[in-house]
């Protein structure tokens, strides 16, 4: 039987971790998605430097272990004279990494809106960056909101990365916790409840937008 | 309003566009026939550059289409383009639909590109339907939305390529009869159809094309009863008798 007590005891060293946990996925979220649409979009604008930086982006980034990605902030960036603390290093790693797998979700999505779409916009005399906006991408996302919610699932079990620079997240404390107690399997489950609280409501609320968007269409 | 001289143009090595040399006045209905793939929809796509040519020079609204120099976007606001296959917005509502270009590109306000917009759906028929999203409308209505939406830009030109392949028959007619309307207005009009009905009724023009050649151009009754090419006579016999 699991021990309960350690909750109640180190509910606060818990709930902080929970905090940051949060507070570092809503933002990498937030800033992988804007990435993401940024680089998918660079892949496929009719500007070749562009595409070349684009894809340039997505096969450095995602051929590589996170860890690293978020080494370079937090042990490269103060080489440079640029000093992070843990927690900003760790979420702009995180960020950085997701946003390559997001630029390919979301790019796969715009290549499959219909063609047409694209000539009726330009044809009105809506620039190439409106007709993204306000056609294209709407009609993309909407498309690629399966995949996305995935990607985003990935992005909080990923934050985990933090606990390995001290980034005062779940898996942070969690070890902080399992090495004072040395109840280590009950320490651990108890993280992993929390990461449950946060990312299955995740994966329901994207089935749920799914199917909403299914009948809208 | 629109002049072709000497366009060519090749996709790789298919030579799609041979030295087309065409003129439309304003105010003028040209109505392009021809077989499948003699490059009927590549030519209307040439005025408003949604394909560019290889060589010659195509002057739309006395600006040149194909200059590094030319604002496309500008030049586009003047040509309103109705597709095969429609091309609405699906994630728009027809309201939408019509008024997203004015107020981006024109920069009017939301009330007035509304107003506008109800005017053209007034005009098209289909008043009721403004709230309605794409999905929800038969293809006859969706192209008459589409029209509108090209209309409500206020364009000096109208291109429309194959308006009515996509549809089914019953509902041809009301689209036809919405763009009949218009060249009573004095719209310069270029269309691509199969409608040969339409073509005699409303042209001012007929160009007949055959492998990217313009073969004949002559007024409709004139085209109709006496085509000089053998080509032309050969395809109007085999559409026209059955």
Redo the contacts between chains.
């Keep these: 039987m699991l021990d309960f007590s350690i909750i109640v005891d180190y509910w606060d060293m818990y709930m902080q971790g929970f905090g940051h946990t949060v507070k570092a996925s809503l933002l990498a979220l937030l800033g992988s998605l804007l990435i993401g649409i940024v680089i998918a979009v660079f892949r496929i604008a009719p500007v070749r430097p562009l595409n070349w930086f684009g894809a340039a982006y997505v096969e450095f980034i995602r051929n590589i272990p996170l860890i690293l990605v978020v080494f370079v902030f937090f042990f490269g960036f103060p080489a440079l004279g640029v000093r992070l603390d843990s927690f900003t290093a760790g979420t702009l790693g995180l960020t950085v990494y997701t946003a390559a797998f997001i630029a390919e979700v979301i790019r796969a999505g715009i290549l499959s809106v ?1 063609k ?2 694209m ?9 190439y960056l ?1 007709t993204m906006r ?2 294209i991408l ?2 993309a996302i ?1 498309i690629v909101i399966p995949p996305l919610g995935n990607q985003f699932i990935n992005l909080v079990k990923n934050s985990s990365i933090l606990g390995v620079i001290a980034g005062l997240d779940l898996m942070y404390f969690g070890d902080l916790i399992s090495s004072e107690t040395f109840v280590t399997f009950d320490v651990y489950i108890f993280v992993a409840m929390f990461y449950l609280v946060l990312t299955v409501p995740l994966s329901l609320g994207v089935g749920f937008l799914e199917r909403r968007l299914a009948r ?2 | 309003m629109i002049s072709f001289h000497q366009v060519n143009k090749h996709y790789g090595n298919f030579h799609v566009l041979k030295d087309i040399n065409l003129h439309i006045n304003q105010g003028e209905v040209v109505v392009i026939i021809g077989p499948s793939g003699s490059g009927k929809s590549t030519l209307v796509r040439c005025i ?1 550059r ?1 394909e560019t040519i290889t060589s010659g020079e195509l002057i739309v609204d006395n600006v040149k289409v194909n200059d590094k120099n030319t604002d496309i ?2 030049l ?2 003047n ?3 109705v ?1 095969q ?1 429609f ?5 728009k509502t027809v309201l939408q639909n019509i008024t ?2 004015p107020i ?3 920069g009017i306000s939301e009330k007035e590109a509304k107003e506008t917009a109800m005017y053209y759906l007034e005009k098209v028929g289909i008043p009721d339907k403004a709230n309605a ?1 794409p ?1 929800e409308l038969s293809g006859g209505q969706q192209q008459r939305v ?1 029209i509108a ?2 209309l409500a ?1 206020n364009p000096k030109i109208m291109l429309f390529d194959e308006p009515t392949s996509a549809l089914d028959p019953e509902t041809i007619g009301e689209v036809l009869d919405v763009m009949k309307k218009l060249t009573k207005e004095g719209m310069t009009m270029v269309v691509v159809t199969h409608e040969m009905g339409f073509a005699r009724e409303v042209a001012d023009r007929i160009v007949f094309m055959d492998q990217g050649r313009i073969l004949e151009e002559a007024p409709p009754e004139e085209f109709f009863a006496n085509p000089r090419e053998e080509r032309a006579r050969l395809f109007l016999s085999r559409i026209l008798n059955h």
């Design positions: 219909p047409g779409q000539e009726a916009a330009r044809s009105s005399g809506l620039t409106q306000y056609i709407p009609q909407k809208s269409r | 408003n949604l976007n500008k586009r606001r040509i309103g383009m597709f296959h091309n609405l917005y699906p994630h997203l270009a981006k590109v024109l999203y999905s589409a939406r090209g830009m």
